[in-house]
């Protein structure tokens, strides 16, 4: 059988240019094992792409701040001290810079993101007087201001658990240093070409391939190893 799969999204199941490539219709609906959405994105992003593919909705989001699988939700994140920080960011001026509306954060439970035009060195500023209670997260697409103790690594454990599964029978895919804990526990791991140097160190195997182009090799590959019968 095909191993169960835990995918982050941005940079991992996406073109260069952040949409969603066409071949994760082809190959995802028919995977013959769970597949767990592993993301930096709010809550309903990663739920409303099982749905459409016509998966169970698994999914681990804001980084590990919440835990999805068999109907329970588990928040494992505190917004408390993240929420404080980034009040304290803009009191100094930083801004938060998705412009109005920010759907980024509107849904989010557990931590809050700034677009990548943000103060950065503002941002970090303010997060280390907060002595341990927050910390910054550079995903490539977003500056994130989460619960140290939070990660997608241990969302993954959970969701594992709730599944029956063992967290290292998982093959893990991302980009990005918020992907180093996932290949930590998971069982196997890849770095696609575009991935930062944290997630490189951290993968079993940083691929020639970039993005989908990536991900789609690491699907053949386990696809031939179960027809192989290994």
Known sequence: ?????AL?????????????????FELLPEWDAPVVFATGKAFPY????AHFLGRPEFVVAENGGIAYAQGETTVLGDPTAPR???????????????????????????????????????????????????????????YHVKSPDVSKGRALEHVA?????????????????????TFAVAGESYAVANADTTARDAADVVLNEAYM????????????????GE
């Open 161 to 181: 658990e709730a599944l029956g599964l063992d967290v290292d029978a998982f093959v893990a895919v991302g980009d990005s240093e918020n992907d180093a804990s």
């Open 8 to 24: 982050d999204i941005d940079g991992t199941l996406t073109t260069p240019s952040g949409r969603i490539d066409a071949r994760v």
């Open 84 to 142: 404080a920080v980034v009040e304290a960011f803009v009191a100094r001026g930083g801004e938060i810079g998705w412009g109005d509306g920010d759907t980024v954060n509107r849904w989010r439970e557990t931590e809050v993101a700034l677009s990548r035009d943000a103060d950065e060195a503002l941002l970090r500023e303010v997060a280390a007087e907060a002595e341990g209670r927050v910390e910054v997260v550079d995903t490539g697409y977003a």
């Open 46 to 49: 990663p739920v409303g792409l």
């Open 1 to 5: 059988m095909v191993p169960p799969l």
């Open 213 to 228: 182009d990536g991900t789609a090799s690491v699907l053949a590959t386990l696809r031939e190893r179960d027809d192989r």
